[in-house]
């Protein structure tokens, strides 16, 4: 008989390389003044006696004069722009973001943004910011909510490494707010998933074969969902597949009785009919974040919805008259399902501008029970920018042509390293499970409200 594994598996998800196919503009322009660089080579040749291992001494650890032309031709493609050549050598040297650098993404996808999301993809790696963090402390959206790192000196703190074990698994379904024991007729709807993140239906017209394999490869690695509005034949990872259902389609899923699937929200009318035939199904209903979402949600949850998946427009802007950042508009949503005591019976998955990490806890804190991704797929999946993205009809993104394999372990990676830095916040918050985080509003500081309580009823010189 074979023994038993005692313990708990600590959820780890494998990274593998998978480097950039289609080459990625260089970040950093290095230049050197040229003259000036080969006067301070034979003055030092002569200072230090020709002796070869001062003169050819390098300033950069990361290899980018380690060519043969050393500084005359720098290998820019690996500067991380830390900036010691240039506080070594301000006469001589440059490093300034390049052109091309600058010209990424659109008026939402920062190039930082972008290349972020490339290398985590490619390497599986948290990136490191060469010399610290150089950028604004406050900002729009995700970037107005700070997270309490208070409790970073405790135990918690080691998560990714550590010994203590942070849970990101989340719960996705109804559950029943009482039992009754003398009569215990239906089990709870819910399925586990163990991370917070699911993959989104993709923007229109940029489901290709090759891409919705690669979604569909990646999320059964990573044991999470992909919702998509069709099933394919010889499609892999079914099990993993939340389809999105219209009324049509009802009959079709009919005999598959899926374990879990979404449908438009905003014809209300198709509920009843769901919840008649996939009696043992969890029901998601889809719905676009307005002014009233928090009322119709309420109205969905007493009608017996098991799940709610809020939507923002792709730069993460709600459709409101007055369009708000989708933190506020699911704060709303949060925050009246609690007034009407619905919240803890429905999961809330909220989509659109999550294309970072840290916006994966900052949403889980507005009241979000998990995220779902969508323009992030195709940027790690190295699409192209041809305009704006925000609109879900016509999103500026253009996938190329790929190997879904390679695209399958370009979006574990991602995942991976997103879920690291999930456990990084989380242990830092002291935290040792996210479903904790939920709606936790008070982890967090807003930049809008610090500011008011700051600075409130001081004039300000102009
Ligand atoms: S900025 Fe840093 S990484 Fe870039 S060339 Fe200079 S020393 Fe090297």
Same mark, same amino acid.
């Given at each position: 008989?074979?023994a038993?594994?005692?313990?708990?598996?600590?959820?780890k998800?494998?990274s593998r390389?998978a480097p950039h196919?289609?080459?990625i503009?260089?970040?950093?322009?290095?230049r050197?003044?040229k003259?000036?660089?080969?006067? =301070?080579?034979?003055?030092?040749a002569f200072?230090?006696?020709?002796?070869k291992?001062?003169?050819?001494s390098?300033?950069?650890i990361?290899?980018?004069?380690?060519g043969?032309?050393?500084g005359?031709k720098?290998?820019?493609?690996?500067c991380?722009?830390?900036m010691?050549?240039?506080?070594?050598?301000?006469?001589?040297?440059?490093?300034?973001?390049?052109?091309a650098?600058?010209?990424?993404?659109?008026?939402? $996808?920062?190039?930082e =943004?972008? &290349?972020?999301?490339w290398n985590?993809?490619s390497?599986?790696?948290?990136?490191?910011?060469?010399?610290?963090?150089?950028?604004?402390?406050?900002?729009?959206?995700f970037?107005g909510?700070w997270?309490?790192?208070?409790?970073?000196?405790?135990?918690?703190?080691?998560g990714?490494?550590?010994?203590? &074990?942070i849970? #990101?698994?989340?719960d996705?379904?109804?559950?029943?707010?009482?039992i009754d024991?003398? @009569?215990?007729?239906?089990t709870?709807?819910?399925?586990?998933?163990?991370?917070?993140?699911?993959f989104d239906?993709?923007?229109?017209?940029?489901?290709?074969d090759d891409?919705q #394999?690669?979604?569909?490869?990646?999320?059964?690695?990573?044991?999470?969902?992909?919702?998509? %509005?069709?099933?394919?034949?010889?499609r892999?990872?079914?099990? @993993?597949?939340l389809?999105?259902?219209?009324?049509?389609?009802i009959?079709?899923?009919?005999?598959?009785q899926p374990?879990?699937l979404?449908?438009?929200a905003?014809?209300?009318?198709?509920?009843?009919?769901?919840?008649t035939?996939f009696?043992?199904?969890i029901i998601?209903?889809?719905?676009p974040?307005?002014?009233?979402?928090g009322?119709?949600a309420?109205?969905?949850?007493?009608?017996?919805v098991?799940g709610?998946?809020?939507?923002?427009?792709?730069?993460?802007?709600d &459709?409101s008259?007055?369009?708000?950042?989708?933190?506020?508009a699911l704060r709303?949503?949060?925050?009246?399902?609690?007034?009407d005591?619905?919240?803890?019976?429905?999961?809330?998955?909220?989509?659109?501008?999550?294309?970072?990490?840290?916006?994966?806890?900052?949403?889980?804190?507005?009241?979000?029970d998990l995220?779902?991704?969508? #323009?992030?797929?195709?940027?790690a999946?190295q699409a192209e920018?041809?305009?704006?993205?925000?609109?879900r009809?016509?999103?500026g993104l253009?996938? %190329?042509?790929?190997?879904?394999? $390679?695209g399958?372990?370009r979006l574990? @990676?991602?995942m991976?390293? $997103?879920h690291?830095?999930?456990?990084e916040?989380?242990?830092?918050?002291?935290m040792?499970?996210?479903?904790?985080?939920?709606?936790?509003?008070?982890?967090?500081? =807003?930049?809008?409200?610090?500011?008011?309580q700051?600075?409130?009823?001081?004039?300000?010189? #102009?």
């Open positions: 008989m074979q038993q594994e005692t313990g708990y598996r600590r959820f998800i494998e390389p196919v289609y080459p503009p260089n970040r950093f322009d290095v050197a003044r003259i000036r660089l080969a006067a =301070m080579l034979v003055h030092e200072e230090y006696r020709f002796e291992e001062v003169v050819l390098r300033p950069c990361y290899g980018v004069f380690s043969h032309f050393g005359f720098p290998l820019k493609h690996k991380v722009g830390c010691r050549c240039v506080q070594e050598y301000p006469h001589i040297m440059t490093v300034k973001p390049s052109e650098y600058k010209k990424l993404g659109d008026s939402f $996808w920062t190039p =943004m972008v &290349y972020t999301v985590e993809a390497t599986g790696k948290i990136p490191v910011k060469g010399m610290g963090y150089k950028g604004a402390f406050g900002g729009e959206g970037d909510i997270t309490d790192m208070s409790e970073i000196v405790r135990p918690t703190r080691d990714v490494y550590g010994r203590e &074990y849970s #990101t698994s989340v996705v379904g109804r559950k029943p707010t009482s024991l003398d @009569n215990v007729i239906e709870p709807r819910t399925i586990e998933i163990p991370l917070p993140i699911i239906e993709l923007p229109n017209g940029t489901d290709n891409v #394999t690669a979604v569909a490869l990646a999320a059964g690695k990573v044991g999470t969902l992909d919702v998509a %509005r069709e099933t394919r034949l010889g892999p990872g079914p099990e @993993n597949l389809p999105l259902i219209d009324e049509e389609g009959e079709d899923y009919e005999e598959k374990s879990i979404e449908f438009d905003e014809k209300p009318s198709v509920l009843r009919k769901l919840l035939r009696d043992r199904s998601i209903g889809r719905l974040l307005r002014e009233d979402s009322q119709v309420s109205e969905l949850a007493r009608q017996g098991h709610l998946h809020l939507y923002a427009d792709y730069h993460g802007r &459709y008259r007055d369009p708000r950042h989708i933190s506020t709303d949503v949060h925050q009246q399902l609690v007034r005591g619905l919240r803890d019976q429905v999961t809330i998955i909220a989509s659109g501008g999550i294309t970072l990490a840290e916006h994966v806890p900052k949403a889980i804190i507005c009241g979000a995220v779902g991704i969508d #323009t992030t797929i195709l940027v999946l920018f041809l305009g704006e993205t925000r609109n009809a016509n999103c253009r996938p %190329r042509r790929i190997n879904p394999e $390679w399958a372990q574990v @990676n991602l991976g390293v $997103w690291d830095q999930l456990i916040i989380l242990g830092a918050m002291g040792r499970d996210v479903r904790r985080l939920r709606g936790d509003i008070g982890r967090s500081m =807003m930049d809008s409200e610090l500011r008011e700051s600075f409130k009823g001081i004039a300000w010189a #102009t």
